[in-house]
């Protein structure tokens, strides 16, 4: 079965770059995607489609998609930030999430 | 704006079967290129895909859960529901409710999802 990959954990100070990447087998032949998800909530879309940014999430947040990694990018991070991130792919027609990565914001 | 509920027994036995059911208000259930799906995860844990269903009743359900699922629609209450039989305590998870939608034949993502119900199996 497919899997993604991703980093247990990724820490950043605040105002710098955080990038969070998703590994599995020619991931870049289908489309990423990215939920946010804080302590005791639903998980949130922030990127769908690789690189597109729902409506009412902050510029901040972009992705990329290329041979075998997606990368999801928060640029001038923010405390508000820190969560987990799971990144998402569609293969034969099973939705396949990513194990989670913990953003730390310190 | 759709907003979805989860309901159903917070409690289930072991061997028996989970049922759950998610409601959807400000928006029709039975509108778009929508698909309707539950995600659950373990406490502590990552996200796990279960299935989906559309308006035309069409299913696609985990490979790995497949064979213990049954997810069904009811246009006219607008809502749908979720059948997962012979629970264990591997089972025990928030089960969320989400939607997707394909637009030229491609996932948007899932978005909204319910707030998430709490499903324990334990005698």
């Known amino acids: 079965s497919y899997e993604l990959t991703q980093p247990p954990s990724v820490s950043v100070s605040p105002g710098q770059t955080a990038s969070i990447t998703c590994s599995g087998d020619?991931?870049?032949?289908?489309?990423a995607y990215w939920y946010q998800q804080k302590p005791g909530q639903s998980p949130v879309k922030v990127i769908y489609q690789d690189d597109k940014r729902p409506s009412g999430i902050p510029e901040r947040f972009s992705g990329s998609n290329s041979g075998n990694t997606a990368t999801l990018t928060i640029t001038g991070t923010q405390a508000m930030d820190e969560a987990d991130y799971y990144c998402q792919a569609w293969d034969t027609s099973t939705v396949v999430f990513g194990g989670g990565t913990t953003l730390t914001v310190l | 704006q759709v907003q979805l509920q989860e309901s159903g027994p917070g409690l289930v036995k072991p061997s028996q079967t989970l049922s759950l059911t998610c409601s959807a208000s400000g928006g029709s259930i039975n509108s778009g290129s929508y698909y309707w799906n539950w995600i659950r995860q373990p406490a502590g844990k990552g996200l796990e895909w279960i299935g989906r269903?559309?308006?035309?009743?069409?299913?696609k359900y985990s490979p790995s859960l497949k064979s213990r699922i049954t997810i069904s629609i009811d246009m006219s209450r607008n809502k749908f529901s979720l059948e997962l039989s012979s629970v264990t305590a591997a089972d025990t998870a928030v089960y969320y409710c989400?939607?997707?939608?394909?637009?030229?034949?491609?996932?948007?993502?899932?978005?909204?999802w319910g707030q998430g119900t709490l499903v324990t199996v334990s005698s």
């Open positions: 269903i559309n308006t035309s009743g069409s299913t």
């Open positions: 020619k991931l870049g032949n289908k489309y």
């Open positions: 989400a939607r997707d939608e394909d637009i030229r034949a491609a996932s948007v993502g899932f978005d909204p």
